[in-house]
């Protein structure tokens, strides 16, 4: 498999989907970088999603149970996204080949990477011109995004499904994306999309709801 120029949203950039524009520096994924999603979960594959929608090919690496079905309705092409549920103790050569073959590259260590281990990720990243997306910690990522807060929407006085997720998403980083960055989203929508909850940020300043965003920033 070869990179494909026509996934360029710009300047060496992977597009995302629109309710993530605005966290990232540049508005996508910049080519040879790394972003983290804090733990697994549909945060780390929507943000895969609108490249790989876009004609991008996408590796999930260390994840036994990816849960496609979700990732599909959010927009995930499973067409297009290789699973290595287990790539064993050389996981690092797994990753570091993929980073050759594919776009995006999304990791859920199965440990914390030494600095001598990331350091060599992370050229290959830009050797290549991949994005390696990271599900857990990360020191020296470019950007970081985690959901701060969450609530379900669906659930009366005892009773009802769970329809819908309105999730705050806080994103900071390095250089452009070093200042804290905060939105809301459907995360995900009544019809498993994810989008801008419009009004959740009123909402939860209004309940006293959301993070501190200069404590999260100083944290990472």
């Given at each position: 498999?070869?990179?494909?120029?026509?996934?360029l949203a710009g300047d060496g950039m992977l597009p995302v989907l629109p309710a993530?524009?605005?966290?990232?520096?540049?508005?996508?994924?910049?080519?040879?970088?790394?972003?983290?999603?804090?733990?697994?979960?549909?945060?780390?594959?929507?943000?895969?999603?609108?490249?790989?929608?876009?004609?991008?090919?996408?590796?999930?690496?260390?994840?036994?149970?990816?849960?496609?079905?979700?990732?599909?309705?959010?927009?995930?092409?499973?067409?297009?996204?290789?699973?290595?549920?287990?790539?064993?103790?050389?996981?690092?050569?797994?990753?570091?080949?993929?980073?050759?073959?594919?776009?995006?590259?999304?990791?859920?260590?199965?440990?914390?990477?030494?600095?001598?281990?990331?350091?060599?990720?992370?050229?290959?990243?830009?050797?290549?011109g991949s994005v390696l997306v990271v599900a857990g910690d990360w020191p020296g990522a470019h950007s970081r995004l985690l959901v701060a807060?969450?609530?379900?929407?669906?659930?009366?006085?005892?009773?009802?499904?769970?329809?819908?997720?309105?999730?705050?998403?806080?994103?900071?980083?390095?250089?452009?994306?070093?200042?804290?960055?905060?939105?809301?989203?459907?995360?995900?929508?009544?019809?498993?999309?994810?989008?801008?909850?419009?009004?959740?940020?009123?909402?939860?300043?209004?309940?006293?709801?959301?993070?501190?965003?200069?404590?999260?920033?100083?944290?990472?």
């Open positions: 498999m070869r990179h494909r120029d026509d996934v993530l524009r605005d966290l990232l520096p540049g508005g996508g994924l910049q080519r040879g970088s790394v972003v983290t999603s804090g733990d697994f979960g549909l945060l780390s594959m929507v943000l895969v999603a609108g490249a790989v929608a876009n004609g991008a090919w996408c590796a999930v690496v260390g994840v036994p149970a990816v849960g496609m079905r979700a990732a599909a309705e959010a927009g995930v092409d499973p067409d297009r996204v290789l699973l290595v549920a287990e790539p064993g103790p050389r996981w690092p050569q797994v990753v570091a080949a993929l980073l050759d073959g594919f776009d995006v590259v999304l990791l859920r260590p199965p440990d914390q990477p030494s600095a001598q281990l990331r350091r060599k990720l992370e050229a290959a990243a830009r050797r290549y807060y969450a609530e379900w929407t669906g659930i009366g006085a005892g009773h009802g499904r769970l329809r819908a997720r309105r999730a705050q998403v806080v994103a900071t980083g390095r250089g452009a994306g070093e200042q804290a960055r905060s939105a809301w989203l459907w995360l995900p929508g009544t019809d498993g999309a994810v989008t801008a909850a419009v009004g959740g940020l009123a909402a939860s300043a209004a309940d006293g709801h959301g993070p501190d965003l200069a404590r999260l920033a100083s944290s990472g």
